[in-house]
């Protein structure tokens, strides 16, 4: 049987729909950070308005109370950024990340050689034994072992630290309060093989169908480095319109291209919004360097018309202040200021 060939109005829809910007959702928060991949939050309020756009009863003290239940966990993680994930999923993903991220820092870091880290991990320990401190307390006291000031940042590729709340919230957004993951969560023994393959779910479960390098990319990989899992997968080949191969779910579905897109606002780092995503356009290209670029490494808030970002915004004086990259309809400006409404009552 050939294999479906689909256009990218069809990759742009399903992408949508796996992200659950086609029709907000009725499942659990936790269930919801699964299906988005976990979220990409160096930002804090960005994990905050991604659940808004996505979810449909979310307020702002749901997040928040996940984190100070251990529903939810932050660190560091996929391509050594700060992400939100559900605890189910913590120590698989850290299972399938940690030896690719190690070996990265290796490569990358000059300051002190890999051996010399298990000083640094042992001392690391030794002060978050008691509890989480704040990362410029950790700093001070492993210098005052004679370590590198860098090391405490160093560390975190090497011993699993989450992020504390009430740090990394709404209400206090600087994320600098650091914990020893294995206290703050009952460790679970898992393989590399099993983090990476969950990984791979993850991946084309939030954004597929997509390619392999596309996969790599979001998790910080090369492809030969997840290729050797993703082929004892039983996952199914797809084409794009230009014959390149792309690879889905078994049991994922895709919706009707012609399925209505929603206004719908997006936050700092979406992570739909990445490179990985390209193939859907849903970032056009056009509009990519006014969201990425020198001046604005870490990207803009935006807003989506017809499956696509067409502005950005920002919250200033109580309101949502829009900034169209395109001519907007007067249906759609319409339908913006309703959404835009409902933000600002949120932001209140």
């Known amino acids: 049987m050939a294999e479906p060939v689909l256009s990218v109005r069809v990759l742009n829809r399903a992408l949508l729909d796996r992200q659950l910007l086609l029709e907000r959702s009725a499942m659990s928060l936790t269930e919801v950070m699964e299906r988005m991949g976990g979220i990409q939050t160096q930002y804090a309020p960005s994990g905050y308005i991604g659940l808004w756009s996505r979810m449909r009863d979310f307020d702002r003290p749901m ?24 605890a189910a999923d ?73 992020r504390v709340p009430p740090s990394g919230t709404w209400e206090r957004r600087r994320a600098d309060l650091y914990g020893l993951a294995d206290q703050w969560l009952a460790p679970v023994e898992v393989s590399e093989d ?3 393959e969950l990984l791979i779910r993850r991946y084309l479960g939030a954004f597929g169908p997509a390619a392999l390098k596309d996969i790599a990319g979001w998790m910080g990989f090369t492809i030969g480095q997840m290729k050797p899992v993703a082929d004892r997968m039983e996952l199914r080949p797809i084409l794009d319109e230009h014959g390149k191969p792309l690879f889905d779910l078994p049991e994922a579905t895709l919706p009707d291209p012609e399925t209505p897109a929603p206004v719908r606002f997006t936050a700092v780092w979406d992570a739909m919004l990445l490179v990985h995503a390209r193939r859907t356009q849903v970032l056009p290209e056009a509009f990519r360097p006014l969201v990425f670029n020198t001046k604005t490494p870490h990207s803009v808030n935006t807003f989506l018309v017809d499956g696509q970002v067409a502005g950005s915004w920002r919250f200033e004086d109580g309101q949502i202040q829009l900034a169209p990259m395109r001519t907007l309809t007067p249906g759609e400006r319409r339908e913006l200021d309703e959404e835009a409404h409902r933000l600002a009552a949120f932001h209140a």
């Open 90 to 162: 913590y120590w698989p993903m850290m299972a399938g990340i940690r030896r690719v991220n190690r070996d990265w820092f290796a490569r990358v870091q000059r300051g002190i050689a890999p051996d010399d880290m298990q000083a640094v991990v042992a001392a690391v320990r030794e002060e978050l034994a008691h509890g989480p401190l704040r990362m410029a307390v950790l700093t001070e006291r492993l210098v005052a072992r004679g370590f590198p000031p860098r090391s405490a940042g160093w560390a975190g590729l090497w011993v699993d630290m989450v």
């Open 63 to 86: 997040l928040t109370h996940a984190l100070e239940e251990r529903r939810a966990v932050q660190g560091t993680m996929m391509r050594v950024t700060i992400h939100t994930v559900s």
């Open 194 to 196: 099993e983090g990476i």
